[in-house]
C-alpha cells in the first residue's frame, strides 16, 4: 500500500497529507523518486525531515528541520484555497464506488451511531487539491454502496467536479491492502487497476460493497524494490506503527 501510494506522487509537486499510512507513502516517495516534492502537512509543517516516527500530527517529531511552521488555517487558506496543492493524500473510514468519504461517524445495523475524529483538514484536501489519493483497508463494510455520512466529497452523485462546484480532478486513486482502483473519466464510478499479488479477483470482487468495473485483464500491481522494503522497515517506520 505504502509503494504504491508513493509511486502516485510525481517529483516537484505539492503534497497535504495527514498522518499514518499517506504520511509513510509521501515520505517514502520523497526519500525515492520525489526529493524535490513539497511536504505539508495539514497543521502547518512543511519539509520536515522526521528522525523517528510520529504517533500524530502534533508530535514533534514530525517538526524537526522543518522550513516551515505556521498554522492549520494557513495550510487551507494559502495553500489548498490559493489552488496550490498537486495531491491530497487522505485516509478514511468509508467509501462508495465515486470516492465519497467518510470520516465523521459510523452506524450499526440498529441504527446506533459512533462519532470518530471528523474531517480535520479532509474536506478542504478532497475539495480543493487537484487531485486526491485515499488509502484505506479493503473491506466490504468500508467499501461501501452508500456510506454513513459524507464528510469529504468525490463526485457525488456519479457528478462532475465542475458540476459540483469543487476544484481539481477529485479523487484519483484508491490504493488498498488489495488492489489500486482508479474512477472512470465518464462515469467518475470505481474502476480495477491493478491487483497486489497476494489475492485473486474474486476476493477483491467479495471485499468490495460497491459495483466496480474489472477490465479484460488486469495486471499485478508492482511490487515494493528492495529498496522501498528497506527504507520502510528501517528507517521510515522501523517499529511498525503504521506498518503491520
Known amino acids: 500500500m505504502a509503494a504504491a501510494s508513493a509511486r502516485e506522487i510525481r517529483d516537484g509537486e505539492v503534497v497535504v497529507v495527514g498522518i ?123 467499501l461501501r454502496q452508500a456510506i454513513a455520512h459524507l464528510t469529504s466529497p468525490g463526485f457525488v452523485g456519479g457528478r462532475s467536479r465542475q458540476e459540483l462546484g469543487l476544484r481539481g480532478d477529485g479523487p484519483h486513486r484508491l490504493i488498498t491492502d488489495h488492489a489500486v482502483i482508479g474512477f472512470d473519466p465518464d462515469t467518475h464510478s470505481a474502476m480495477l487497476l491493478s491487483l497486489h499479488p497476494v489475492v485473486g479477483l474474486e476476493e477483491v470482487l467479495e471485499k468490495t460493497g460497491f459495483p466496480l468495473h474489472v477490465p479484460t485483464e488486469v495486471p499485478a500491481t508492482p511490487l515494493p524494490s528492495a529498496e522501498e522494503v528497506r527504507l520502510l522497515r528501517e528507517e521510515i517506520d522501523p517499529k511498525g506503527i503504521y506498518l503491520t
Open 20 to 142: 499514518g499510512l499517506p504520511w509513510v507513502a509521501c515520505v517514502l516517495a520523497q526519500r525515492t523518486h520525489a526529493p524535490k516534492l513539497t511536504f505539508l502537512l495539514e497543521i502547518g509543517v512543511m519539509n520536515a525531515e522526521p528522525k523517528d516516527t510520529p504517533v500524530g500530527v502534533a508530535d514533534p517529531r514530525n517538526f524537526y528541520r522543518a522550513t516551515c511552521w505556521t498554522s492549520f488555517r494557513d495550510v487551507m487558506g494559502m495553500s489548498l484555497q490559493r489552488g496550490v496543492v498537486d495531491v491530497g493524500c487522505l485516509g478514511a473510514l468509508e467509501i462508495d464506488r465515486f470516492g465519497n468519504l467518510n470520516t465523521t461517524l459510523l452506524k450499526d445495523d440498529s441504527g446506533k451511531v459512533r462519532y470518530c475524529n471528523g474531517s480535520a483538514g479532509g474536506n478542504d484536501t478532497a475539495s480543493l487539491a487537484k487531485r486526491v489519493v485515499v488509502i484505506m483497508r479493503h473491506e466490504k463494510r468500508k
